[in-house]
Antibody
């Protein structure tokens, strides 16, 4: 069965960086984009970016450009999200999610069908 | 501030029907970008509930339905059950931002 297993919780100082991993199993890793979404305490979901493991192409949310980097290691079926220059506003649960294309009456729909369990990142001095 | 606007909370008694609205703009829902809905139970990852405006993934009860008109979409839940108490989020693709956008979430309370 498809599983995305993320690394454990992190506590970081302001100004430092954090790198969260997302290990995929149960499917061919290269065939599906991985997206990252975060959720600040008591807040809604915020999309951060995506990566195509096959090509290495990636894209990022405009408000995070320059601070976020998403990479993969295809030999271990693992995706990584690194966020730099951390501030208190980056305290959140970070999720990876698989992007799946579902065809309905010949119309493609791009959905986040499987999610990791989430990784809590706390930024505190 | 979320790009897609949802009411912060809705409530209903068991057995009743409720709707949750999701209002976008001409760069996302109004541009005919599909709307997806997710259910998030406390302490868990979101789960896909409705995709492509009105399609249910396998395993989602037909009590859940979705619709879209213009730049807005709605999620309806009929025959409310205690287990439906959760946060609900809408999602769409925004062409101006070149990325996915979510609503701020709606907390459903089953009275």
């Amino acid at each position: 069965q498809v599983q995305l297993v993320q690394s454990g919780a992190e506590v970081k100082k302001p100004g430092t960086s954090v790198k969260v991993s997302c290990k995929a199993s149960g499917y061919t890793f290269n065939r599906y984009d991985i997206n990252w979404v975060r959720q600040a305490p008591g807040q809604g979901l915020e999309w951060m970016g995506w990566i195509n493991p096959n090509s290495g192409d990636s894209g990022y949310a405009q408000n995070l450009q320059g601070r976020v980097s998403i990479t993969t290691n295809t030999s271990t079926s693992t995706a990584y999200m690194e966020l730099s220059s951390l501030g208190s506003e980056d305290t959140a649960v970070y999720y990876c999610a698989r992007l799946h294309v579902v065809m309905v009456t010949s119309i493609p729909h791009y959905i986040f069908d499987f999610w990791g369990q989430g990784t809590e990142v706390i930024v505190s001095s | 501030q979320s790009v897609l606007k949802q009411p912060p909370s809705v409530s209903g008694a068991p057995g009743q029907r409720i709707t949750i609205s999701c209002t976008g703009s001409s760069s996302n829902i109004g541009a005919n970008s599909a709307v997806h809905w997710y259910q998030q139970l406390p302490g868990t990852a979101p789960k896909l509930l409705i995709f492509g405006d009105s399609n249910r993934p396998s395993g989602v009860p037909d009590r859940f339905s979705g619709s879209k008109s213009g730049a807005s979409a709605s999620l309806a839940i009929s025959g409310l059950q205690a287990e439906d108490e959760a946060d609900y989020y809408c999602q769409s693709y925004d062409s101006s931002l070149s990325g996915w956008v979510f609503g701020g979430g709606t907390k459903l309370t089953v009275l």
